[in-house]
Each structure stands twice: as structure tokens, then as C-alpha cells.
């Protein structure tokens, strides 16, 4: 057990690590080659069905969309008497708040036409990218409840896992497909969001894991 934890902190700490590291690269270089060229590849097929297709990806990110998401599932949770996950989940929130403050320290600006095709314009700065971070804060904790709870129904826990995984593997395909973020904007989305998840996740496993322990 001590085993594990300490190899769980070690990869908190190396994308923590790589975050940053990252983080000072796209702030020194805002647009580099392999960014660009990522773009290029992802955006050379398209059609107004994809254009669609991905933005419905994407709408669960957006504002207010994002917000009202997790609060009717965390009072869904709670009206199911499922109070603790329900405070967890309502918790998800505090990352809308890091994102930000994240984007405006690393300032990065949004890919242009200029470089890209935009087939949705947004407000707030590049990097890291909220929703592929929100997306996989959000969903990912859903697919740890779902191996939890076991007093939900087995098909209710198996639909939600596999549209969770859907809207987890896709999101980042569909942020540059969109012309909305760059790779590395992504990249820097999902580890801050692996960040918060092991951390989110590991407070609401230890009570839980310490029982499992007293009852042996």
C-alpha cells in the first residue's frame, strides 16, 4: 500500500512538474512549429456535419452549460442520498477558478485565422485548454463513482462510464479541430486535469479504503 502511494506521488509531482515546464514553453514560444502543424493535420478534413459534431463535443465545456452540469448531477447525487459524492462533486467547481487564474498568468493567445480555420471563437486566453481540464475532472471522477457505488444499477453505472471515457477521449481532438486551442494547449489541460482528478479522487477513496483496512 505504501508502495503505491508513493508511486501515485511521484506521477502527481511529474505532471505537476511537466505542467509547468510546459507552461514556460508556450509562454516564450506562443505558436511553435509543432503546434501548427498538428492543426493543420487535424483541420485538413472537414465538413459542416463534423463542424457539428464537434461542437456538440465541446458544448458541456462551454458557459453556462459547464456550470449547470455539475450542479444538477452533484443535487441529483444528493436527492439519491448520495450526500458525500454529492459535496465532491459540488467541489469540481474550485478548478473553474485555477483554470482561470492559470490563463491569465501564461496568457497565451488563441490560435487566429491567420495560422488555423475557427469554427468557434472564444474569449479567454489559450493555455492550458478549461475544457479538456473540466472534461477530465468532471467525467473521470463520474468513472470512479461508477466502480463505487455499487447500489446503482449495473447498466445505469456501465452507460455512464463508457459516455464518460467518450467525452474524455474526444474532447481534445475536438478543441483543435475547432480551431479553439493549440496541442500543447490541450496537453496542458490534461495534466492539470490528471492533477486534480488523483487529488479529487484520493480524498474521496481514503475514508473508503481505511474501512476496507479496519474490517480485515
Known amino acids: 500500500m505504501q508502495n503505491k502511494s508513493y508511486y501515485i506521488l511521484l506521477f502527481?509531482?511529474?505532471?505537476i512538474a511537466g505542467f509547468i515546464?510546459?507552461?514556460?514553453f508556450v509562454s516564450a514560444n506562443p505558436v511553435p512549429a509543432f503546434d501548427l502543424n498538428i492543426s493543420l493535420f487535424v483541420q485538413k478534413y472537414h465538413s459542416d456535419v463534423l463542424d457539428k459534431i464537434m461542437l456538440g463535443i465541446s458544448l458541456l465545456g462551454e458557459l453556462p452549460y459547464s456550470l449547470i452540469m455539475v450542479v444538477l448531477v452533484a443535487l441529483l447525487f444528493f436527492l439519491f442520498k448520495y450526500r458525500r459524492e454529492s459535496y465532491f462533486i459540488f467541489s469540481i467547481l474550485l478548478s473553474g477558478l485555477v483554470i482561470l487564474g492559470?490563463?491569465?498568468l501564461i496568457d497565451r493567445p488563441r490560435p487566429t485565422e491567420?495560422?488555423?480555420r475557427l469554427v468557434e471563437i472564444n474569449r479567454f486566453q489559450s493555455f492550458p485548454s478549461g475544457h479538456v481540464m473540466s472534461y477530465i475532472v468532471f467525467f473521470g471522477f463520474m468513472i470512479v463513482l461508477?466502480?463505487?457505488?455499487?447500489g446503482i444499477p449495473p447498466l445505469t453505472r456501465q452507460i455512464i462510464t463508457?459516455?464518460?471515457a467518450f467525452f474524455m477521449l474526444?474532447?481534445?481532438?475536438s478543441r483543435v479541430y475547432l480551431g479553439a486551442h493549440w496541442f500543447s494547449d490541450t496537453m496542458g489541460g490534461l495534466m492539470l486535469g490528471l492533477i486534480f482528478l488523483f487529488i479529487l479522487s484520493y480524498f474521496y477513496l481514503k475514508p473508503l479504503k481505511k474501512?476496507?483496512?479496519?474490517?480485515?
Do not use: C, P, W
Open 12 to 15: 502527481i509531482i511529474s505532471l
Open 21 to 24: 515546464l510546459l507552461g514556460f
Open 102 to 104: 492559470v490563463k491569465n
Open 114 to 116: 491567420f495560422y488555423v
Open 146 to 150: 461508477m466502480r463505487q457505488l455499487n
Open 162 to 164: 463508457y459516455i464518460s
Open 170 to 173: 474526444t474532447i481534445a481532438f
Open 211 to 216: 474501512r476496507i483496512e479496519d474490517k480485515t
